[in-house]
């Protein structure tokens, strides 16, 4: 009864396992099928239910067309967003640290509310920002925002209240002596900061800058509502795949899918490791004594 | 030179990039071409169209909500008895879809309920373009979000508690309600939180599985936005945020005094 009880949790993981990788796996099948279709071998992806034979032709064409040029802006996008979020949002929490309570309270509040704000809120306002900034500045005879810059701001701005959140756990874990020592030790509050504070948070730093790649990665509804003329690749896919238009390469899904498994496995087997290394001495020293 | 100034750069990008559009959102919602007026702002409130739209996208988020919690608390609750490294990994798997585009994924279950599915089980008619489809891939896009908190919180349970319980004469079952299920209350809330606010102002999934027939409040506000917009015309979009914003402050209250009020049973 136990061992039947035991099989049956494992069943039920792999159900629901099942049912999320679905749709991967199907894209994944259907990136080896042959679309090109009538006699001039037009390319349609819009039938994803009719197998017509293996080939590879799918990977030949998969960066071609304006797909490439929108995985290249969303990796840009979420690169230099990442990056400057990280730089703003560290110094943010350093500073937000030492405040008193009072503007501490009102600051850390305010950042929560990107946070609560839906996706949808977020882009809206920017995308009304943004046309009310580019009419100023066009009645001015000014230049205007671009597309790249307003993806740029609006994808950093989400991104901060991450890194922010994840930096101050840990600054707050971190003793204020530390920095004292430092100052103590004739460093500059520069150097104290460099060479003592920030060593010390950097597990909370790299995990901000895990969240805020991974915001900007996954991001479709505010480059959705942000940008005009150029298109991040969620913005792309959704175009192409709402409104019963052309349809999009499922090879795309496995040419983000499998450098993204691969990296987890690598991150999580080195982990595992880590964590058997871990063990064996543990043990080894459990023996000596 | 003080530490605390480290974080003026932020402050002035806060101000200027959180606090500002929200602002926006006001201005054009009570005002029409340079005056402050209810009018524009009334006649969309008197729209019953829009509010029989709220009422079904909280249905629809209510049922998200419930189910994702049903099918996702065995999974937590499984994950956390199993050998730490084990659970580690597959927990790595249910997390791994989170990262794949979900407008690419939406986009298969809008491939397999449209031909797959119908050619397997024979029939002509598609699937998509339901209610029911809607609701499967909602939950199938939530689901993560709600296994995620409530396994970080069952896995920190301590397990003497349960070795007591069973010690003090319960059986499982009784252990589970009477223990495991009161302590994971905070994990409940914070999937609740994190699965039923994004299902109200999802539009992808209704947009591309509901076929236009399931539009979502989410579709609603998107729509006023993306048509109206090139006229310059944002105030019933501005409108239609308010009243969501109103919502998820309502549901975010909710759920913190939620929150709070078993935290505080529990220490009793």
Redesign the interface.
Known sequence: MKKFGRSL?YV??GV??L??????I??IV?SFNDFAVGSGRRISYS????WNGCTLANYGTVFSGDAGSSLLLTLEIAFASSIIATI??T??A??????RKRPRNI?VN??Q??M???????G??????F??VNGVLGKLGKFQIGDFAKLL??H??FS?PYV?FSVLPRLKQSSDLL?EAALDLGCS??QA?WKAVIPDIMPGISSGFIMAL?MS??D??VSY?VADRIQP??VF??SN??HGSKG?N?A??TI??IP??AM?LIV?LR??AK?REYEIQNKKVKMKK | MKRKYFAFPYIVWMVLFIVVPMVFIFYYAFNVDGTWTFRKCWETLSDGQKWRVLLLSVEIAFGTTAICLLLGYPIAYILSNMKKSVAGFISVLFFVPMWMNFVLRTYAWRAILEYALPSILGSKTTLTGTAGAVLMVLVYDFLPFMVMPLYNTLSKLDKSLLEASRDLGADGVKTFFRVVLPLSVPGIVSGITMVFVPAITAFTVPALIGNGNYNLYGNEIEQAFKVLAGKGDYSIGSTLSIILLICVLISTAIMNHFDNDKEGGSIL
Not at chain 1, 94 to 99: A, F, T
Not at chain 1, 124 to 129: D, E, N
């Open positions: 949790k039920y993981l629901m396992l049912f999320l990788y679905l749709p991967i199907y894209l259907f039938n994803l239910g009719k703003i949002g110094a943010a350093i500073g937000i640290n030492s405040m600051v305010v950042s509310l990107p609560v704000n839906p996706d949808l809120v977020t809206i306002t920017f995308m009304m920002l046309a009310f701001i609006a950093i701005s901060i922010i920095y509050p520069i900061l991974t990665l996954d479709f509804v509502f690749l969620s896919i959704y795949t709402a999009v499922p795309l899904a983000i899918f993204l498994v987890l999580n982990r595992l964590e």
